[in-house]
């Protein structure tokens, strides 16, 4: 049987990504006379090789299919000084920051903006820790790029100021679902992976939703022991979104996740390799490389001698365009707080509010007028009310030691 749709969709596909069938056809592994042939709708398509078109046409997408991002970043500085990290390091102005009299990791209090924590203590071990995780992350771009300054520059001005690299997470993101985790799973399953990690761990999860339906929340694979210094972590994002925020799968712009999260030592000879290069492609694919490759069964051989899977070969680099460390930048707005509220509160208010109209009684106004605002929605209001150009700080930079 033909598929009119998927044929016109692939033709639609490889003229706007710009590729000839000949081109399309190596990948795929066959002739351009056969897949004239399909696109003419003369040939019927089996479902493996529409799975192959389809994975094989976006490698070839403009949009880069794999992207890299820095997901985690927690480094420690050498003082109890939080204002001067704010405003050397961060180059914000701390008057946009919430002072909070707590803290966790054994901090006695911290800074906080939007995502952007900044611990702090008076004991001189500790020092100050700045932590982003992967909104804090995102927030952060949103300042470097108002500052004209990249990751690379941030990095430098974190060691600069003499910060010991706590934790460090690249992720490298697949828009085109071309990693497959269930596969990659079913292959260290069975044996077809060469790794010096002595330990993996993988989830296959479902939820129970609201219709005590099971929902799928995705598949996991952890190479190595999650306690170490180095561990990866590849895992279908799409799945951990709709489990997370309700966003349909087929909607998500990444549908999976590979990650490095390094701590320690590891996080802090991957900066100095970063900042050595500025090539976080290089960083990223040369410690995956390191630690394992996946492969393909070949009986008459010995395991050292089989041939690297194609589908792995072309993520770690093969054939493939080179990929960049990029930014998403993302402000810190009142969605999540908004997303609560209409998800937690609203039905509440709604029935006071009809309860109020039945008796007519002003239970619901006289709460509102009652209440207080705490010094943290005193500092959203001034978030929303400010912009990003006016929260950071003009700092002169501070001259490096020329070590990186």
Same mark, same amino acid.
């Given at each position: 049987?033909?598929?009119?749709?998927?044929?016109?969709?692939?033709?639609?596909?490889?003229? /706007?990504?710009?590729?000839?069938?000949?081109?399309?056809?190596?990948?795929?592994?066959?002739?351009?006379?056969?897949?004239?042939?399909?696109?003419?709708?003369?040939?019927?398509?089996? /479902?493996?090789?529409? @799975?192959? $078109?389809?994975?094989?046409?976006?490698?070839?997408?403009?949009? @880069?299919?794999?992207?890299?991002?820095?997901?985690?970043?927690?480094?420690?500085?050498?003082?109890?000084?939080?204002?001067?990290?704010?405003?050397?390091?961060?180059?914000?102005?701390?008057?946009?920051?919430?002072?909070?009299?707590?803290?966790?990791?054994?901090?006695?209090?911290?800074?906080?903006?939007?995502?952007?924590?900044?611990?702090?203590?008076?004991?001189?071990?500790?020092?100050?820790?700045? /932590?982003?995780?992967?909104?804090?992350?995102?927030?952060?771009?949103?300042?470097?790029?108002?500052?004209?300054?990249?990751?690379?520059?941030?990095?430098?001005?974190?060691?600069?100021?003499?910060?010991?690299?706590?934790?460090? %997470?690249?992720?490298?993101?697949?828009?085109?679902?071309?990693?497959?985790?269930?596969?990659?799973?079913?292959?260290?399953?069975?044996?077809?992976?060469?790794?010096?990690?002595?330990?993996?761990? %993988?989830?296959?999860?479902?939820?129970?939703?609201?219709?005590?339906?099971?929902?799928?929340?995705?598949?996991?694979?952890? $190479?190595?022991?999650?306690?170490?210094? $180095?561990?990866?972590?590849?895992?279908?994002?799409?799945?951990?979104?709709?489990?997370?925020?309700?966003?349909?799968?087929?909607?998500?712009?990444?549908?999976?996740?590979?990650?490095?999260?390094?701590?320690?030592?590891?996080?802090?000879?991957?900066?100095?390799?970063?900042?050595?290069?500025?090539?976080?492609?290089?960083?990223?694919?040369?410690?995956?490389?390191?630690?394992?490759?996946?492969?393909?069964r070949e009986d008459d051989k010995p395991k050292s001698q089989w041939k690297m899977n194609g589908d792995w070969a072309w993520f770690i680099?093969?054939?493939? /365009?080179?990929?960049?460390?990029?930014?998403?930048?993302?402000?810190?707005?009142?969605?999540?707080?908004?997303?609560?509220?209409?998800?937690?509160?609203?039905?509440?208010?709604?029935?006071?509010?009809?309860?109020?109209?039945?008796?007519?009684?002003?239970?619901?106004?006289?709460?509102?007028?009652?209440?207080?605002?705490? %010094?943290?929605?005193?500092?959203?209001?001034?978030?929303?009310?400010?912009?990003?150009?006016?929260?950071?700080?003009?700092?002169?930079?501070?001259?490096?030691?020329?070590?990186?």
């Open positions: 049987m033909i598929d009119k749709d998927f044929i016109e969709k692939l033709k639609c596909k490889r003229d /706007e990504y710009g590729i000839t069938q000949t081109r399309l056809a190596v990948a795929c592994g066959i002739s351009r006379e056969h897949y004239n042939r399909i696109e003419k709708g003369k040939l019927p398509l089996t /479902e493996e090789l529409k @799975e192959t $078109l389809e994975k094989q046409i976006e490698r070839f997408n403009p949009q @880069e299919p794999l992207f890299l991002l820095i997901d985690y970043f927690r480094v420690r500085f050498p003082t109890t000084d939080a204002l001067k990290i704010i405003h050397d390091v961060l180059q914000l102005k701390a008057d946009y920051m919430l002072y909070e009299d707590y803290g966790k990791y054994g901090y006695e209090s911290k800074y906080v903006l939007g995502d952007i924590n900044i611990m702090c203590s008076m004991q001189e071990h500790l020092g100050v820790l700045l /932590e982003l995780k992967g909104k804090g992350c995102r927030q952060m771009e949103c300042y470097l790029l108002a500052q004209e300054r990249s990751w690379y520059d941030f990095m430098l001005d974190c060691m600069t100021a003499g910060g010991v690299m706590k934790r460090l %997470d690249l992720a490298v993101n697949d828009r085109a679902g071309i990693l497959d985790i269930p596969r990659l799973k079913a292959k260290y399953k069975a044996g077809e992976c060469i790794s010096y990690f002595r330990k993996q761990k %993988d989830y296959s999860g479902t939820e129970k939703c609201g219709s005590d339906t099971p929902k799928n929340t995705g598949e996991t694979l952890y $190479l190595g022991s999650t306690s170490s210094e $180095l561990y990866m972590c590849a895992y279908q994002k799409n799945y951990e979104q709709y489990v997370k925020n309700g966003t349909e799968v087929e909607d998500m712009e990444i549908k999976n996740r590979f990650e490095i999260r390094m701590k320690n030592e590891r996080a802090y000879y991957a900066v100095v390799d970063l900042l050595t290069y500025r090539d976080a492609e290089r960083t990223a694919f040369s410690i995956i490389s390191h630690y394992v490759c996946f492969v393909d680099g093969e054939n493939r /365009e080179p990929i960049r460390l990029t930014t998403k930048p993302e402000p810190y707005t009142l969605q999540k707080a908004l997303h609560w509220l209409q998800s937690q509160v609203a039905p509440t208010i709604k029935m006071v509010q009809a309860l109020d109209k039945e008796n007519h009684t002003t239970i619901l106004k006289d709460m509102i007028e009652q209440a207080e605002l705490k %010094d943290r929605h005193k500092h959203l209001l001034q978030l929303e009310k400010s912009r990003i150009e006016e929260r950071i700080d003009t700092a002169v930079p501070q001259e490096n030691n020329g070590i990186f």
